[in-house]
């Protein structure tokens, strides 16, 4: 079955802390992942995505994200978080037809 | 950046009515839009895919006569929830496709059902 698992819920950090948000998927053929980021009264901001190439993408907003196939997983990273990035997170992994499977999000909370 | 406009933002209707949410892509044209719903504090799941000119296809599970997608132009595609009952209430997100590898998505729509 194809899914997408983030385990964390709910995390909290201190501003200027580093953060790690992870994401493992299931997925049949070879995938296509995807990391954004939704905002109160805002759509979901595409911060990175990955096809194919570099394991390791970097993103806007000072993100990155490291494919391990050899997990099935999907890591966002950033080194400092800025209060600004408190907001949903979502992972997401999808094929050439465009649809996309989601994770059940993280609720980031910056700590000042 | 594409741009991927909603209407209405929030919508409060009697249960039996009908309610039209429209999606538009502003700033470029899309032969797919994507139809999602999304739960209080849960995740996107995808309800159907709009294909301009042809008929929507729908995820298994979501009932089409209840969700009723147009799909008339490369710039709008139309989601009428058909007489609305309260388990309907619902965030709705609809996301157009600009290349094969990338969506944009509308700031969604929050459905009330009375």
């Known amino acids: 079955a194809q899914s997408v698992t983030q385990p964390d819920i709910h995390i909290t950090v201190s501003e200027g802390a580093s953060l790690e948000l992870r994401c493992n998927y299931s997925?049949?053929?070879?995938?296509?992942l995807f990391w954004y980021v939704q905002s109160p009264g805002q759509g979901l901001q595409l911060l990175l995505k990955y096809f194919s190439g570099d394991t390791l993408v970097q993103g806007i907003k000072g993100f990155e994200a490291e494919f391990k196939r050899s997990q099935s997983s999907f890591n966002l990273r950033k080194p400092s978080v800025h209060w600004s990035d408190a907001a949903e997170y979502f992972c997401?992994?999808?094929?050439?037809?465009?649809?996309?499977?989601f994770g059940q999000g993280t609720t980031l909370q910056v700590k000042p | 950046g594409a741009v991927v406009s909603q209407h209405p933002s929030r919508v409060i209707c009697k249960s039996g009515t009908s309610v039209k949410i429209e999606c538009r892509s502003l700033?470029?044209?899309?032969?797919?839009m994507f139809w999602y719903r999304q739960f209080p504090k849960q995740s996107l799941m995808l309800m159907a895919t709009?294909?301009?000119?042809?008929?929507?296809?729908?995820e298994q599970g979501v009932e089409k006569d209840k969700f009723l997608i147009n799909h008339a132009s490369l710039t709008l595609s139309t989601l009428t929830v058909t007489s609305a009952h309260p388990e309907d209430s619902s965030f709705y997100i609809c996301?157009?496709?600009?290349?094969?590898?990338?969506?944009?998505f509308g700031p969604g729509t929050r459905l009330t059902v009375l």
């Open positions: 709009s294909n301009e000119g042809s008929k929507a296809t729908y």
């Open positions: 700033d470029f044209q899309a032969t797919t």
């Open positions: 997401a992994v999808g094929g050439n037809t465009g649809k996309l499977i």
């Open positions: 997925y049949g053929a070879t995938p296509y």
């Open positions: 996301s157009a496709r600009l290349w094969a590898d990338e969506q944009f």
